[in-house]
């Protein structure tokens, strides 16, 4: 069984950082292209960052890139989103998911990621 649980969210004040957790189980985060998307409240689904298989190439979105990394460990099976400079604009549920495909590069679409979370909310306090 397939199963994504997130942690690490909570309340913070604009300027503020959070680090969020993603840990896996019934598979690898080695063999796919690991995601991080979010959802604010009245808002399309978003990707945050998204971390390749093999080298680890990344990808962010352009309302947080150079404020957020994300990060695979394959010993811990885990993936990580260091969030730094919190805005007001990042609060949201933040989500991680897999790719559909093992061994598939990246892809920049989020019909292509699965095993869903159940997400961690993040409050950003102005």
């Known amino acids: 069984q397939v199963q994504l649980v997130e942690s690490g969210g909570g309340s913070v004040q604009a300027g503020g950082s959070l680090r969020l957790t993603c840990v896996a189980s019934g598979l690898s985060v080695g063999w796919y292209a690991m995601a991080w998307l979010r959802q604010g409240t009245g808002k399309e689904r978003e990707f945050v960052g998204i971390?390749?298989?093999?080298?680890?190439?990344?990808a962010y979105g352009e309302s947080v890139k150079g404020r957020f990394t994300i990060s695979r460990e394959v010993a811990k099976n885990t993936v990580s989103l260091e969030m730094n400079n919190l805005r007001p604009e990042d609060t949201a549920v933040y989500y991680c998911?897999?790719?559909?495909?093992?061994?598939?590069?990246?892809?920049?679409?989020?019909?292509?990621?699965?095993?869903w979370g159940q997400g961690t909310q993040v409050t950003v306090s102005s």
């Open positions: 971390i390749d298989i093999d080298g680890g190439a990344t």
């Open positions: 998911a897999r790719h559909k495909t093992i061994w598939s590069r990246m892809t920049l679409v989020a019909d292509d990621y699965t095993d």
